[in-house]
Structure formats: C-alpha cells, structure tokens
C-alpha cells in the first residue's frame, strides 16, 4: 500500500498518494536524448506544454539543459534564456499550472521560482552547486533530489554495482539529510532513484524490482523511467537498441511497476498514454485496501 504524504510547494500543497500524479517532461534544449530538440523553440514549447496539460499532466518539468553523454553544458545565463520565456508565457496562459524548473543551479531555480515555479527538480541532489541547497531553503519551493553517480561523462567508465538498491537508497537518505540540515523542510522533498542515471543497462531492473525498499526512507517517491535507454535495450531488434520515440509501451510497462511499488509521481514524455496507465495501476493499488 502507498503511503500518504502532503507535498509543501511554493505557494501550495499536494496530496500525494490518493492517485498517482504525472509529471510531463518539456525539454526546452537543442539536444535532448528524447525528442531531438523538437521543442527548443519557445513558441514550439509553450504549445507542447499546453498540450501536456491538456491531456493530463499535473505538473511541467521544464528544463533547459540536456543530462545526457555527451551533451555540451551550459551557462545559467543561457539556460535562462531558454527556459524562461516558456515559463512566464505558460504561467500567464494556465495561472494554475504547477511548473517545476528541471536544474541543478542556483541561479536558475531562484529566477523560475520566482517566476512562479513551484518546484525544483535537481538531478545532482543539491551536489553540483554549493550555493543550491541554501537558495532552495531560502525559496520555499518544493523540492525533488535524484540519485546520480558520477557525471554523465562518467557513466561508461563507473564499476559495476552489487547493491544497486541499497546504494541508492542510503545516498539517497545521506541527501535528504544534508537537504534538512541545509534547512529545507522535510515535507518539501521527493526523492527519484534516478533510473538511467550512473546505473548500467542490469542495474535498473533490480530497483524496478525493489523500488518499495525506497518507502523505508519516509519520503514521498517520484520515477522517471520514460524513454529511457535501459528500456531501448531491453527492446532492441537486429542488434540495434529501440529509439526513443519507439519505448512507448516499455516505458508504460515499466511506469506501471513503479507505481505498484509505491511511486507517488511519475515522470514521462507521452502524458495521454501515461495517464490512461497510471487509473489502472491506481484502480490495482487501491484494490488493496478494499
């Protein structure tokens, strides 16, 4: 059974738990591992997030900096160029709308915030900027840690894990810790295992598998398992790894998984499929304590 938790966000309060929230991802980058940059463009990307909503999305992951190998990084000064545009214009089309700035500077999360973000979602876990942890707690927003080894650079070189599921749960526990002590409160953070991140193509099924385990830190959940390359192995044909755009059913197969181990959010490209998958994965869960 999934336990209840009230989620403090910037200006309001979510019930996590009662059904599974979606999380739609806009990547606002030239180069994203998902869609190629077909939304980098604002306008592009404000209609994308529109249409996201539309079909059920209950907060926008917004992003304008690509995490994949390989990617070129970039300033705060450019990743605010990208980002910002489509989240004051969304925000004044759908004042309702729950935006979540997808970074791990300072800066950036700051001027979204301020903007109207309501979240932050971190992909270092507070790691990657020193000034982080302080700007978020000083923010009062909500706030999403994910578990990463190593930078993305380094992800073909990490040696492989025996643990997967109890490294990731104690630095995850060791980041909400140093998250608290920071002074963010602790009914201000979710915690993402980070599937894909620093994990080898085996590694993640051992945490789909597992992923309750994570409930035993007392922390709301959230899974992003959409598109991600472990899935396009698995459905590899003729020697070749399944494309993004082709990982549909696997990322929902997956998804669903998650969520009848206990994922309150979940992250994913395709909202329309997605939320079909997640009322029947809720009907299953909430069978269980009828």
């Known amino acids: 059974m999934r336990p209840h938790y009230r989620w403090q966000l910037r200006s309001r309060t979510l019930d996590l738990g009662p059904r599974t929230l979606l999380m739609g991802v806009l990547n606002v980058t030239p180069d994203s591992f998902s869609d190629g940059g077909q939304f980098f463009e604002p306008r592009a990307a404000i209609e994308q997030g529109l249409e996201l909503l539309d079909e059920g999305a209950d907060i926008l992951d917004i992003g304008g900096e690509s995490t994949r190998p390989g990617a070129s990084a970039v300033s705060a000064e450019e990743e605010l160029r990208r980002v910002m545009p489509v989240i004051e214009d969304l925000l004044r089309r759908r004042p309702q709308a729950i935006v979540s700035i997808d970074t791990y500077k300072a800066q950036v999360a700051g001027a979204a915030v301020e903007a109207g973000a309501e979240i932050a979602n971190d992909v270092s876990g507070l790691r990657w900027d020193a000034e982080m942890a302080s700007t978020l707690a000083g923010l009062k927003c909500g706030v999403v840690l994910m578990h990463m080894r190593g930078r993305p650079a380094e992800w073909r070189t990490l040696p492989p894990l025996d643990d997967p599921v ?57 899974a992003g398992v959409s598109r991600k390359s472990f899935i396009g192995r698995t459905l590899a044909s003729n020697g070749s790894d399944a494309p993004p755009q082709e990982r549909l059913y696997g990322s929902l197969a997956a ?35 009828n």
């Open 255 to 289: 998804m669903t998984a998650t969520i009848l181990k206990g994922a309150h959010i979940v992250r994913v490209h395709n909202v329309k499929a997605a939320a079909q998958a997640t009322r029947i994965a809720d009907a299953i869960e909430e069978s269980a304590t």
């Open 166 to 222: 109890g490294l990731v749960s104690r630095e995850l526990r060791e980041g909400a810790e140093a998250a608290v002590a920071a002074g963010i409160v602790r009914e201000r953070i979710v915690l993402d295992p980070g599937f894909g991140f620093g994990k080898s193509f085996d590694e993640n099924y051992p945490l789909l598998l597992h992923f309750d385990a994570l409930q035993e830190l007392r922390y709301p959940l959230l």
